[in-house]
């Protein structure tokens, strides 16, 4: 066995089945930082301006992002950190390869071959501009995988709520698609304004939605979490969002090169009747399901009914020790509190420099999410929070 291999090994055995996983901060060309993500306020320009302000963290992913020429190959990449040695740290990438089925599972091993999701922190001070994940048949097109997401908005990374608190979902029932092809068609020459067509609806902390591939959404300023499958593809409708101006090639790029001035093909991205169902805050809305609680400790789904991903957010009480048990792998993050996850030291994070190692992100094998991980909060007063982001095969996930 290599060295490489066998420090994967030691570090899955040493942590009983839990790795603990380094920050991941993502800047992004566009728009402007929130600055909720516990960031040092010195660090959202550490990767150089030309790069754009840090506004993502994410969280138990083996993929990159689809950030420019200027990204290395690893950004949007999760780490693994052995013994809280950060030279020492490899790609949780490898370490899913290298464990298969012993830290994933069987189930997902066989089905996708890999962890399939990962999850992030959205932190946006303006709102994002109206776009479309593609599905997986038209992704398929450009070598890449649809994208089902969800949000939740963690009232503990909310200090503030952005500049527009509201997101913008699919058109309004009475509108056509010649009316948004129109709107697209003016794309080069001047604001589309194609919001107008649209709807938004207010955010509200500690609840959520999903939102399925082809259904257009306009991110309100709020930090969300977001669970959602291994993808970065979309198709973005709007030109111009909060005065920020966006080249065609925002709404083509994720096309073959022969379609990317077709709008029909590009209007194919949208699955019509989801944009436009009557109904679409009882369709998508997830308010919280409370699936335990007691004087120890409350569980809540709160990303679930759909076919990819789920997520729960659970508080234990100040100066309580649980043993938490699910049936498959999963990811996490400590938004508030500190204590004991398994056998490390865990804390919420309070501000990181860039580059620092923190204890408030873990991801736990199948094996020890089945035999129950201890966690014990040893804050006197406080909770300790924790959000919890699973893949499509939680038996118990409302359907």
């Known amino acids: 066995m290599s060295s490489d291999k066998q420090l994967i090994r030691d570090t899955f055995e040493k942590g009983v089945g839990i790795l603990q996983l380094a920050p991941v901060f993502v800047p992004r060309r566009f728009s402007s930082p929130g600055k909720r ?4 306020p010195d660090d959202y320009f550490a990767l150089g301006t030309e790069r754009g302000a840090i506004k993502e963290r994410w969280f138990s992913s083996v993929i990159p992002a689809m950030n420019g020429p200027l990204a290395p190959e690893d950004e949007g990449m999760s780490y693994v950190v052995p013994a809280d040695k950060t030279k020492e740290k490899f790609l949780f990438k490898d370490a899913v390869d290298e464990l298969g089925e012993d830290i994933i599972g069987p189930e997902l091993k ?3 071959g890999t962890w ?4 992030k922190f959205f932190d946006y001070n303006v709102p994002l501009f109206h776009h479309v994940h593609l599905g997986f048949d038209d992704a398929a097109m450009v070598n890449r995988l649809g994208k089902p997401e969800a949000y939740y908005f963690p009232p503990q990374l909310n200090n503030h709520m952005g500049t527009f608190p509201a997101t913008y ?6 509108v056509t698609q010649e009316e948004v092809k129109e709107r697209l068609a003016m794309y080069e020459e001047g604001d589309n304004r194609v919001t107008e067509l649209s709807r938004a609806y207010r955010i509200t902390l500690g609840t959520g939605w ?8 306009a991110p309100g300023s709020v930090l969300t979490y977001e669970p959602q499958w291994n993808s970065d593809v979309n198709s973005v409708h ?13 709404l083509s790029e994720n ?10 093909y590009i209007m194919g991205f949208m699955d019509w009747e989801k944009n436009v169902d009557p109904h679409y805050k009882k369709t998508y809305f997830r308010p919280p399901i409370v699936c335990h609680s007691d004087e120890n400790y409350t569980e809540k789904w709160i ?3 759909n076919d990819y991903i789920g997520a729960k957010e659970l508080t234990i009480e100040p100066g309580k020790s649980i043993t938490i048990k699910d049936e498959v792998a999963f990811g996490c993050i400590i938004v508030q509190g500190h204590g004991k996850f398994g056998v490390y030291q865990a804390a919420s994070s309070t501000m990181l420099r860039y580059g620092q190692l923190s204890s408030d992100e873990y991801f736990v094998s199948e094996r020890a999410s089945k035999d129950g991980i201890e966690i014990e909060n040893h804050h006197p007063t406080e909770p300790m929070v924790i959000l919890k982001h699973f893949g499509p095969n939680h038996p118990e996930m409302p359907r």
């Open 37 to 40: 993500l516990r960031l040092h």
């Open 303 to 305: 990303s679930y009914k």
């Open 255 to 264: 096309c073959p090169k022969d379609k990317q001035q077709d709008l029909d």
């Open 110 to 112: 066989e089905k996708y």
């Open 210 to 217: 999903y939102t399925p591939p082809g259904v257009l959404h």
């Open 169 to 174: 979902f699919g058109y309004d029932p009475d």
């Open 238 to 250: 709007e030109n111009v969002a909060s005065g920020e101006v966006y080249p065609q090639n925002f």
């Open 116 to 119: 399939p999701m990962y999850s």
